[in-house]
T-cell receptor, first 114, second 112 residues
């Protein structure tokens, strides 16, 4: 079945540590997105990519980095510069490089700082 | 950033009742208005979507009403069931854009 796979489901990070969240899709979608979800704050866009080897900052990109070396993969690194990284992270994809055809979301990664 | 304002933040409805969630937008270039449903610990899933050439779209118990002049759209859940308890997000985008703009979300609880 086609879909988006996010891993791991749960991740714990120590202070000062970089961690990478994986997002893989087999939907042949061009665009991929990373969102952060905090209680009561909805979905905030971190980064997005419409084609391979290109990506743009979203609304809350500080402390995060991404790469898009393959169409299927869009990993997110949460760096030590992100002061409050505890949140639920969601990856999404859409066909044809823009969202009017709908997003497909992964099941999310819950990141906790310990 | 173009905003989409969603209300209420939370909603409690009795089983069999009608749940109504409202959204308002500013950008008149928006031409795609989806609703997403999210269960705890899961990613959102597309529920129903509408484009501005129609004023209403119905899929089963879920209906979107769209008022272009008021720049508002709403989700109606008829005969609400406990299994409908979830967080609902409205969103909007434009054909020339590159992203969906989401509302803040509504946590719906349907009591048995």
């Amino acid at each position: 079945d086609g879909g988006i796979t996010q891993s791991p489901k749960y991740l714990f990070r120590k202070e000062g540590q970089n961690v990478t969240l994986s997002c893989e899709q087999n939907l042949n979608h061009d665009a991929m997105y990373w969102y952060r979800q905090d209680p009561g704050q909805g979905l905030r866009l971190i980064y997005y990519s419409q084609i391979v080897n290109d990506f743009q900052k979203g609304d809350i990109a500080e402390g995060y980095s991404v790469s898009r070396e393959k169409k299927e993969s869009f990993p997110l690194t949460v760096t030590s510069a992100q002061k409050n990284p505890t949140a639920f992270y969601l990856c999404a994809s859409s066909p044809r490089g823009h969202p009017n055809y709908g997003y497909t979301f992964g099941s999310g990664t819950r990141l906790t700082v310990v | 950033q173009q905003q989409v304002k969603q209300s209420p933040q939370s909603l409690i409805v009795q089983k069999g009742g009608i749940s109504i969630i409202n959204c308002a937008y500013e950008n008149t270039a928006f031409d795609y208005f989806p609703w997403y449903q999210q269960f705890p610990g899961k990613g959102p899933a597309l529920l129903i979507a509408i484009r501005p050439d129609v004023s209403e779209k119905k899929e089963g118990r879920f209906t979107i009403s769209f008022n272009k002049s008021a720049k508002q759209f709403s989700l109606h859940i008829m005969d609400s069931q406990p299994g409908d308890s979830a967080t609902y997000f409205c969103a909007a985008s434009e054909t020339s854009g590159s992203r969906l703009t989401f509302g803040e979300g509504t946590q719906l609880t349907v009591n048995p």
